[in-house]
């Protein structure tokens, strides 16, 4: 007998509040039963983490490869996560900036030289093996583009002012032809595929070409008319080649200029969609073609199918905007600088096919140049085994050593920091708390293309960020052992979600720590369902008949109202506080089901009604 009397249960139905005697079966035990539903969940919970080459963008762990973002790192070799390449900044030669920010590069074979230039010079590297640039004896200003024809240099300088012409990169000469205006320039086959010829264009749409564009005197000769690409309402920003044909990219279209001098239109889309961005950085890898497009870029193949890619292109939401500021290529990797708004990163890109089976573009966060401003990235071999990719750095220039597997090469050189930031992980349900204790990292230290012993230099260490936190705060404390280790947080991590960074650091540009395994251990807390499973006496009172209490219950069960069930036995009561003297339930399907108790004990049997409660949650 409850404490209430003969009553166990009080249950408000709607308006209608009703007490009910449990059922007792054989030995007196009441026919009452709590059962708890546990979901399923991650037991034990584990983030983990073995290979990184899946790229940047990932928002919410979905792939085993994948992460959020990262900063001076590399993770283009499968189960390695290490330093990014050391950036060497390079001055003039009194070891001050340029005049101006650098606006790009180029090789000039007949000298085996590398040049540069900004708005106000034209700049010589390593004279007299200084590894420093020279400015040219000439003053040549207002260069907008550099190409070699011929064993000339060409430096155009838009459409107001003459180009000029070098044999040596250091003295030049401003052509006296009759069409000496440039915007850029192009080598490419004459229409018969008979000879090299020199295309030009200037603003705004005039394209021509020549076989010699030096002066007269020196064996000019003069351009031809030129063909007419588009109107004059948007500019012509670029030419190139494409399959071996030539591309003229304006402003708000792409056309071919086939070998007859037709003009073909190819993306009628870009009339609503114009940008000076358009065409602007152009670089050729691997057979195809990679261009700017507005804010972001797009590749053009072999076989003229086209698509929109780049490092900020299908990610998720990570809080990345950006605009491409350089393009550039190798023979196995290709290069995109993108200035971020506050700082420019220069992303390590590659193309796969996937456990999938399907293409999929890779992108690593491998360059980070901060807030210098970077107007023009290029790649340059400067011997058999010096390869670079060089990129304005404000008003200097810079570059990183580009090697094919830099943890195997004593020459490749490492940045002292940079960290990559992991993907949100949400356990099973984003609503169930979590708590993280410990991480197991796997690491060792490389050292001039070699793995050495342990050294303070090279140090691991382990952050996070959870719920809404902006910022990282440290869950393992800087430390270098090599090989396998678990490491217990310094308190215990309590969220709905979270992410782990990995901060890599070292005081050696020729060695880097390189962490191939994290995994990091807690617990979930799923919530439960908690369902009341009770059997209902039926007495011969009229307040408690049959009718009465089916009729009750199954006004329950078709209620869109809640349920209010109190446990008289533990002084529980309907007209009390949600959460403290009652629950809300609801009636599971099937029920109230009318029962025949039949006892064993000798009592006769009776007639009763089962009831299945399920606890919800409500206010």
């Known amino acids: 007998m409850g404490i209430h009397g003969d009553f166990d249960h009080e249950l408000k139905i709607d308006s209608d509040t009703q007490q009910f005697r449990l059922v007792k079966g054989e030995g007196g035990a009441v026919m009452y039963n709590i059962r ?13 983490q073995s290979d990184w080459t899946g790229g940047h963008g990932s928002f919410e762990r979905k792939a085993p490869d994948v992460y959020f973002e990262g900063q001076s790192i590399d993770t283009t070799q499968k189960g ?21 920010a650098p606006q790009g590069f180029v090789w000039f074979t007949a000298t085996s030289e590398w040049l540069c230039w900004t708005t106000g010079n034209i700049y010589r590297y390593d004279v007299g093996s200084s590894g420093k640039w020279t400015v040219a004896s000439t003053t040549v200003s207002g260069v907008t583009h550099m190409a070699e024809f011929k064993g000339i240099m060409y430096a155009a300088r838009g459409s107001s002012t003459t180009y000029s012409y070098s044999a040596d990169g250091d003295t030049w000469t401003a052509t006296d032809l009759t069409d000496d205006k440039a915007e850029r320039f192009l080598v490419t086959p004459n229409p018969a595929g008979t000879a090299d010829n020199l295309w030009k264009f200037k603003k705004t749409n005039e394209l021509s070409r020549t076989t010699d564009g030096r002066t007269a005197a020196a064996g000019g000769v003069a351009w031809e008319s030129p063909t007419f690409v588009g109107d004059t309402s948007h500019n012509i920003t670029n030419i190139f080649l494409q399959n071996n044909k030539l591309m003229v990219g304006r402003e708000d279209n792409l056309f071919h200029v086939d070998s007859n001098g037709g003009v073909h239109p190819f993306r009628d889309d870009l009339k609503i969609n114009q940008s000076t961005n358009n065409y602007k950085y152009v670089t050729e890898w691997q057979t195809s073609v990679y261009h700017s497009e507005a804010r972001g870029m797009a590749e053009i193949t072999a076989y003229n199918s086209y698509d929109v890619m780049g490092p900020l292109f299908g990610i998720d939401d990570i809080g990345k905007v950006g605009d491409v500021v350089g393009l550039a290529g190798d023979k196995d990797w290709l290069y995109v600088a993108i200035d971020e708004g506050t700082n420019t990163i220069i992303y390590k890109c590659l193309e796969i096919l996937n456990a999938q089976g399907k293409l999929q573009w890779q992108y690593c966060p491998w360059v980070f140049a901060g807030t210098n401003a970077v107007a023009t990235i290029a790649v340059a071999q400067h011997s058999t085994t010096d390869f670079r990719l060089w990129f304005g750095y404000g008003n200097a220039t810079a570059y990183v050593i580009l090697s094919e597997n830099p943890l195997g090469d004593s020459l490749a050189r490492y940045a002292a920091s940079g960290f990559l930031r992991g993907s949100y992980d949400y356990g099973t349900d984003p609503n169930w708390d979590k708590m993280w204790q410990s991480a ?3 690491q060792h230290r490389v050292n001039s293309g070699a793995i050495t012993a342990a050294s303070a230099g090279e140090t691991v260490q382990i952050k996070y960020r959870d719920d809404t936190d902006t910022s990282a705060t440290e869950s393992i404390a800087v430390y270098n052992t090599s090989g396998v280790v678990e490491t217990n947080f310094t308190s215990a991590l309590n969220n709905k979600r979270i992410q ?10 020729t060695a880097t720590p390189v962490v191939t395994f994290f995994q990091a251990k807690g617990v979930e807390k799923p919530t439960t369902i908690r369902i009341h499973d009770a059997t209902y ?8 008949s049959a009718e009465t209490l089916r009729d009750l219950l199954r006004t329950g069960r078709t209620s869109t109202s809640l349920i209010r069930f109190a446990n008289l036995n533990f002084e529980e009561t309907t007209s009390g506080t949600a959460g403290t003297d009652y629950v809300n339930c609801v009636m599971e399907p099937g029920f109230p089901m009318e029962v025949e108790i039949v006892h064993l004990d000798g009592r006769g049997a009776e007639q009763a009604i089962q009831v299945s409660l399920r606890e919800v949650s409500f206010s």
Do not use: K, W
């Open 440 to 442: 197991v990292i796997e």
């Open 537 to 544: 006496a039926i007495d011969d009172s009229p307040s408690e």
């Open 36 to 48: 708890n539903i546990i979901p399923n969940y991650r037991d034990p919970l584990l983030f983990t």
């Open 80 to 100: 390695r996560v290490f330093l990014g390449p050391l950036i060497t900044t390079v001055q003039e030669d009194d070891d001050t900036d340029l005049d101006a």
């Open 500 to 509: 782990f960074e990995i901060h890599l650091a070292s005081n050696t540009n």
